[in-house]
């Protein structure tokens, strides 16, 4: 499985871009698909999650700032992020959860990061 990560770059603060993730295959072959970051010297953070049946799920730092979607015809998921700031600063991460109920093991796949730096 890969997922292509993209969308980043350099934003000002209060800027509003849109990460986008591509998997290999189905968006739907996917039990949830999930945006994390991280920061040089940090653990990777949970930012937004959307299952198969589009239920979301946020990080307190993300509520009421990002929304994550996906669009069926263009097989991505978005993360459409707004009022960013300097502590928005981070590689940005799509991945994606496949339950395996014969191992009941959950695979994670993870994509390349996307570097968002939130500066003037």
């Known amino acids: 499985v890969q997922l292509q990560a993209s969308g980043g770059g350099v934003v000002q603060p209060g800027g509003s871009p849109t990460l986008s993730c591509v998997p290999s295959?189905?968006?739907?072959?996917?039990?949830?698909m999930n945006w994390y970051r991280q920061v040089p010297g940090k653990q990777r953070e949970f930012v937004a999650s959307?299952?198969?049946?589009?239920?979301?799920y946020y990080d307190d730092s993300a509520k009421g700032r990002f929304t994550i979607s996906r669009d069926s015809a263009q097989n991505t998921i978005f993360l459409q992020m707004n009022g960013l700031t300097p502590a928005d600063t981070a590689v940005y991460y799509c991945?994606?959860?496949?339950?395996?109920?014969?191992?009941?093991?959950?695979?994670?796949?993870w994509g390349q990061g996307t570097q968002v730096t939130v500066s003037r």
């Open positions: 959307i299952t198969s049946t589009g239920t979301t």
């Open positions: 991945n994606a959860d496949r339950y395996s109920p014969s191992s009941q093991h959950n695979n994670r796949y």
């Open positions: 295959g189905s968006i739907f072959d996917f039990d949830a």
